[in-house]
């Protein structure tokens, strides 16, 4: 075990009729960055919650550093220098970044906080990841999320004799070139002999940064290895334990009738300037960088945020309106944050999926829970929705499950329009390509369908026609047979 810092063995674990965990082995040496892959529901965070401390398997053994591993409590896995880095970050939004790095481990004498040596343990875990540039004396709020994600990870630094950092989809709402300040960072802790285990979907992420990786499907691990022997499509195999030769389809496509049509549309922010005609039986999308003021045009045509001039017209009408009468006009907004605004997190799937429109599940206004929950089942099988029944909580689920009960949403309520924002963000590389699929048949029917992604091959391999969004301003739409993932992110930076 000399050659081990961390080593799972055979680890299991039940949540009552559900096997979340089957046997899963695990080992991870001294500087390297291991990444684990696998679907949603694979048993990924259930075994970064063991981990961590937040939860004990029910067999199996676990060593770090060669000595038995079982932490009580994520306090008590911290003190043993195993460290994990949420998705959600965790941060106190009112402290300073300070008071965040050190909370709960300040150093004090008589309950007085020594100021002078907890700013000095702060600056020395900001230190260790390049970034003397954060001011200790700022608020978390006022942060950009990059800078609070390093902030984040600073404190599992300063709060443990790390051993083990476990990075759980660190990237997921960042811009490109926060992601190549976060793989410099992690490098550097590597260099240093740290342990770091990364989550993550994209499989272009794990080839850049991670030295091997392992493989989880149906809470078993079923592959390991060496990432520079592991072909992508390998991986996918692995993981999806199917052969995804398509991921992008290529139906023909034959646009119809403009369907929406908007010129000159400015918000209070952002857009600026936007202008595009999105037709029947066709899929446009939107590139650019985050915070260009894509997901605001997109809210903006939807009718959550006001528009400060310019025109919108759906179908026969004109103007601006709510989203209530969007949806009545057939135009529905899947959110890029599911979680905050996208989905009822404490309701079913059967009230997700129906509450946009409830007509016809009973008599009059009075809604029969078993029209209502057959009216979900469609959805869930036609989608492919792990479940167990319509009448599980969404919040249950994983998150790319979460997001084809926010898809089925819109095809419960028959749009005509989809406007999509980052619908494949966070989510394993099956339920993307069940997503791809989804997107395309919506096309051949004749809707229409408006995407934003900051995923390149996304826009190129899905849609008919890409625009590219650069500092408000939305650029021409041109056919997505003739720009490249390069020329996308050339404009993008405004070098085109």
């Known amino acids: 075990m000399s050659d081990r810092r961390l080593h799972v063995a055979d680890v299991s674990k039940q949540f009552g009729p559900t096997r979340a965990l089957a046997g899963v082995t695990l080992s991870v040496a001294p500087g390297e960055v291991h990444a684990v892959v696998g679907e949603n529901g694979a048993g990924k965070s259930t075994l970064m ?18 000595a038995r591993y079982r932490p009580k409590n994520p306090l008590d896995a911290r003190r043993h220098g195993v460290a994990m880095v949420y998705q959600e970050l965790s941060l106190a939004p009112h402290l300073t970044v300070a008071e965040n790095i050190l909370l709960g481990a300040e150093p004090a004498t008589l309950g007085v906080v020594r100021r002078a040596e907890r700013d000095g343990l702060a600056r020395q875990a900001l230190d260790q990841l390049d970034r003397p ?13 990059a800078v609070q994600q390093v902030v984040e990870i600073a404190r599992s630094l300063a709060q443990s004799s790390a051993r083990v950092l476990i990075l759980d989809e660190p990237t997921s709402s960042l811009a490109e070139d926060d992601v190549r300040r976060l793989f410099a960072a992690i490098r550097r802790l590597r260099e240093r002999g740290l342990s770091v285990i990364y989550i993550s979907h994209v499989l272009e992420e794990v080839h850049a940064l991670a030295d091997r990786l392992t493989v989880l499907r149906d809470g078993a691990t079923v592959g390991t290895g060496r990432v ?19 991921l992008f389809p290529r139906s023909p496509h034959v646009p119809g009738d403009v369907i929406v049509e908007f010129d000159g549309v400015a918000g209070l922010s952002k857009p600026d300037a936007a202008s ?14 985050v915070g260009a003021g894509r997901t605001e045009l997109l809210r903006a045509l939807f009718g959550l945020d006001p528009v400060r001039r310019g025109t ?28 905050g605004e996208g989905l009822a997190m404490g309701m079913s799937i059967a009230d997700n999926v129906t509450l946009s429109k409830l007509a016809g599940l009973g008599p009059g ?17 036609r989608l492919r929705i792990r479940c167990r029944d319509g009448a599980q909580r969404v919040s249950d689920l994983s998150g790319g499950n979460q997001q084809k009960v926010a898809l089925a949403r819109l095809l419960h309520h028959d749009a005509d329009v989809y406007l999509l924002d980052e619908p494949t963000r966070g989510i394993d590389v099956g339920s993307k390509a069940d997503i791809y699929g989804l997107i395309d048949g919506l096309a051949l029917a004749g809707k229409a369908v408006l995407l934003v992604s900051s995923y390149l091959p996304e826009l190129v391999g899905v849609c008919d026609r890409v625009s590219v969004m650069h500092r408000g301003r939305l650029g021409p739409a041109r056919p997505a047979r003739d720009v490249t993932e390069h020329s996308v992110l050339m404009e993008a930076i405004g070098q085109a």
């Open 312 to 339: 919108i017209r759906v179908a026969t009408w004109t103007g601006w309106a709510t989203p209530r009468r969007r949806l009545d006009q057939g135009v529905g907004l899947v959110s890029e944050d599911r979680k």
């Open 228 to 246: 520079a022997d592991m072909p992508a499509g390998d991986i996918v195999r692995l993981m999806a334990g199917r052969q995804l030769d398509e």
């Open 276 to 289: 595009l005609a999105l037709r029947r039986g066709e899929v446009v999308g939107i590139g650019g960088l």
């Open 133 to 145: 540039d954060i001011p200790l004396d700022a608020v978390a709020r006022d942060l950009p999320v």
């Open 49 to 66: 919650k063991i981990l961590s401390g937040a939860c004990e398997p029910d067999s199996g053994e676990i060593f770090l550093d060669g």
């Open 365 to 381: 206004p009075v809604v029969s829970p078993a029209r209502q929950q057959r009216a979900a089942a469609r959805w869930i099988e």
